[in-house]
């Protein structure tokens, strides 16, 4: 006779336990055991040790099978974190499991031991891993959400779906108390029905809740300085790049900006890398959505901004629409205060469209979907990649399945309450989709194609590229681990059609994207790796995490505008923009999905923490260490420099970027 001793593990919160009996069996090279059952009270949080006899040793261990038997009415559900087995051999097995049992169910668990396709030779491993995947396309499934658009998921309700990809049950109460607090605000202060212009800036400031960043906006909204910074450090750093010559449609002359320029000409500080340019060229022709049936109105604005001797990126010349004409002038920073006011707001509005269904709808929340469903479908539970990955899939599916009933379908609030909602929504996602390409989702790659390199006070950049270079590091390492040569890379069958599913249903075999159909090489492997986690973790917080700080305060940030775009100069005042202005409807209740959009849950975990123990081996846990070291260096060093700075940029602190698109 031999011991093996059986350690299990409960999840920690109170009603992740059960006192029904719970059985198991074990599969090694050389034997498999009986079904043994442990009989204990296992308590939330509790770890629990068992000795199980057998007559022989089973060999290296393959696989653990648990069954959930229960034998009372009560504790119906339990989550099991991991069992870990010690052989008679004295060798420790760890078994992750990570997920709740529901009565009945047995589920087969693999070691923690990362393996490829081709070194997992045993037939109960090869068969294990096969089925795993099968069991797994079943019930995660494509399903084509509009033509010209990634795929989804195959689900319109998330209760559906298993337990283990929803929202755990803390952040479950949170986001529905949270939104329900929303809601109870809106009855209260009396204004969510009303359509009513505003009455004076002051009367849109008593409206506004208040911290440092919102108050900072609500003093220098209207100031050129703070306008030209959000370009590069606000919601949406994507939109500027490099001006070496001016479009033809943006026939701004010397004569108009060379006041600006202290007397240098538009050529000069082109070729001195001085002048920038934000094209909004994917809004043209879009039609306004009809909010409270309001017509309200786009614009598709060109911005022309220089970066002063003082390294302060000014706006000098703005277009709001694509075509020049008489009734489309360029307006300049010496035109009146309100018509400059006004354009800036047009603009700002025009942000709001393209920062929320490209930069943040599509470029994190809809590309996360798409690697969160190919993981999934591909990527067995010992596939080191699985075991790198999945923390960076946590929550999306629940959140994007909530944004598609909540935000952008024919009654969500963007529909509602936007200038982009309805059929101009879906247009402009397909248009950003078309243009999608993998070097535009590679932040050193973004950064060099738009001239950005040596921009000042770009915090974006700046923090971003250090994070990217810590993710990239760590990538690589821990590929580099797996992946003994290029040869590996290309005989991984599961890699492959990982890969191969992500260019088809996410990227829709579109080769002009640049993004790889199969890997050839380590390299390619660990850019593209990069690339995802990075897309989740950080590029996800840069642009989400800012929504309330820089849209807290409606005219830096509406959602709508109800009244066409100036075609005259001289023509605007205060009444004027006022009247432009979303009315007091659309204001609060806009403010409040923005609000409820960027409030982090109790259950909130940083990039580089790993709740479950995946890995259990001494190099990937070592490589883990390194990572949330890099981190956490990274962390302290911005978190110094931001108290220097009169407004922090505080969206890429590692501690403020979350694993993955929770929210």
């Known amino acids: 006779m031999v011991i093996y001793t059986v350690t299990v593990y409960t999840g920690k919160w109170l009603t992740a336990g059960t006192f029904n009996p719970i059985l198991i069996q074990l599969h090694g090279t050389e034997d498999g055991s009986e079904e043994h059952t442990l009989n204990s009270s296992f308590s939330g949080g509790s770890v629990q040790e068992?000795?199980?006899?057998?007559?022989?040793?089973?060999?290296?261990?393959?696989?653990?099978?648990?069954t959930f038997k229960p034998d009372s009415f009560f504790h119906k559900q339990w989550f099991c974190d991991k069992l870990s087995v010690n052989t008679p051999e004295g060798v420790e097995v760890l078994f992750p499991c990570y997920r709740w049992l529901d009565f009945d169910e047995g589920i087969i668990l693999r070691t923690a031991k990362a393996s490829l396709v081709f070194q997992d030779t045993n037939p109960i491993a090869q068969r294990q891993r096969k089925r795993q995947l099968e069991e797994r396309q079943k019930l995660f499934r494509w399903r084509v959400y509009a033509q010209g658009l990634p795929q989804i998921i195959d689900c319109d309700n998330f209760e559906t779906l298993p337990a283990e990809v929803q929202f755990s049950k803390t952040k479950s109460l949170e986001f529905r108390l949270n939104f329900l607090n929303e809601l109870a605000a809106l009855q209260t202060n009396g204004k969510g029905k009303d359509r009513s212009s505003w009455e004076s800036f002051s009367e849109i400031k008593q409206e506004t809740d208040k911290n440092k960043t919102i108050e900072y906006i609500q003093e220098h909204w209207d100031e050129d300085e703070f306008f030209g910074y959000q370009f590069l450090n606000g919601l949406n750093p994507m939109m500027i790049q490099r001006c070496s010559k001016l479009p033809e449609n943006f026939p701004v002359t010397d004569d108009m900006v060379k006041d600006f320029l202290g007397g240098s000409s538009l050529e000069q500080e082109m070729k001195n890398g001085n002048i920038f340019l934000s094209?909004?060229?994917?809004?043209?022709?879009?039609?306004?959505?009809?909010?409270?049936?309001?017509?309200?109105?786009?614009?598709?604005?060109?911005?022309?901004?220089y970066c002063n001797p003082q390294a302060k990126m000014m706006p000098i010349a703005i277009q709001l629409g694509q075509k020049p004409s008489k009734e489309n002038p360029i307006f300049l920073p010496s035109d009146s205060k309100d018509d400059w006011k006004l354009v800036k707001i047009f603009v700002r509005s025009a942000e709001f469209a393209v920062h929320e269904v490209d930069v943040h709808l599509l470029?994190?929340?809809?590309?996360?979907?798409?690697?969160?469903?190919?993981?999934?479908?591909?990527?067995?539970?010992?596939?080191?990649?699985?075991?790198?990955?999945?923390?960076?899939?946590?929550?999306?599916?629940?959140?994007?399945?909530?944004?598609?009933?909540?935000?952008?379908?024919?009654?969500?609030?963007?529909?509602?309450?936007?200038?982009?909602?309805?059929?101009?929504?879906?247009?402009?996602?397909?248009?950003?989709?078309?243009?999608?390409?993998?070097?535009?989702?590679?932040?050193?790659?973004?950064?060099?194609?738009?001239?950005?390199?040596?921009?000042?006070?770009?915090?974006?950049?700046?923090?971003?590229?250090?994070?990217?270079?810590?993710?990239?590091?760590?990538?690589?390492?821990?590929?580099?681990?797996?992946?003994?040569?290029?040869?590996?890379?290309?005989?991984?069958?599961?890699?492959?059609?990982?890969?191969?599913?992500?260019?088809?249903?996410?990227?829709?075999?579109?080769?002009?994207?640049?993004?790889?159909?199969?890997?050839?090489?380590?390299?390619?492997?660990?850019?593209?790796?990069?690339?995802?986690?990075?897309?989740?973790?950080?590029?996800?917080?840069?642009?989400?995490?800012?929504?309330?700080?820089?849209?807290?305060?409606?005219?830096?940030?509406?959602?709508?505008?109800?009244?066409?775009?100036?075609?005259?100069?001289?023509?605007?005042?205060?009444?004027?923009?006022?009247?432009?202005?979303?009315?007091?409807?659309?204001?609060?209740?806009?403010?409040?999905?923005?609000?409820?959009?960027?409030?982090?849950?109790?259950?909130?975990?940083?990039?580089?923490?790993?709740?479950?123990?995946?890995?259990?081996?001494?190099?990937?846990?070592?490589?883990?260490?390194?990572?949330?070291?890099?981190?956490?260096?990274?962390?302290?060093?911005?978190?110094?420099?931001?108290?220097?700075?009169?407004?922090?940029?505080?969206?890429?602190?590692?501690?403020n970027v979350a694993n993955s698109v929770t929210i």
């Open 50 to 66: 068992f000795k199980i006899e057998m007559r022989k040793s089973l060999g290296e261990l393959i696989t653990l099978k648990l």
């Open 279 to 305: 094209d909004y060229k994917i809004l043209d022709g879009l039609a306004g959505n009809v909010v409270s049936d309001r017509q309200q109105y786009l614009t598709a604005p060109l911005v022309l901004l």
């Open 363 to 655: 470029r994190t929340h809809l590309l996360s979907e798409v690697f969160t469903v190919a993981t999934l479908r591909h990527l067995p539970s010992p596939h080191p990649l699985f075991k790198l990955l999945i923390p960076h899939t946590r929550y999306t599916f629940q959140i994007n399945i909530l944004a598609r009933n909540q935000l952008i379908n024919d009654k969500g609030a963007i529909t509602l309450y936007s200038g982009i909602g309805g059929e101009s929504l879906g247009n402009l996602l397909k248009r950003a989709t078309a243009s999608l390409t993998y070097s535009s989702l590679c932040l050193p790659g973004n950064i060099l194609e738009r001239g950005l390199e040596k921009v000042p006070s770009y915090y974006y950049r700046e923090h971003g590229m250090k994070m990217w270079n810590i993710i990239n590091k760590f990538v690589a390492a821990l590929l580099s681990h797996c992946y003994q040569h290029d040869a590996h890379v290309q005989k991984d069958t599961e890699l492959q059609c990982w890969i191969s599913e992500i260019f088809t249903n996410g990227f829709l075999e579109r080769e002009s994207s640049g993004i790889p159909s199969s890997f050839q090489t380590l390299e390619e492997l660990i850019k593209f790796v990069t690339m995802v986690i990075f897309t989740a973790s950080a590029q996800h917080a840069a642009v989400n995490n800012g929504q309330y700080d820089f849209g807290g305060w409606m005219p830096n940030y509406p959602s709508a505008l109800k009244k066409p775009p100036p075609k005259q100069k001289g023509q605007t005042t205060e009444d004027t923009i006022l009247e432009t202005l979303p009315d007091k409807s659309t204001t609060v209740n806009a403010m409040a999905v923005l609000r409820l959009l960027t409030k982090d849950s109790a259950d909130y975990y940083p990039l580089g923490h790993f709740p479950e123990t995946l890995f259990d081996e001494e190099v990937p846990c070592m490589l883990i260490e390194d990572f949330q070291k890099d981190l956490k260096e990274l962390s302290d060093l911005i978190e110094q420099r931001n108290k220097e700075m009169e407004l922090a940029y505080t969206y890429l602190s590692p501690r």
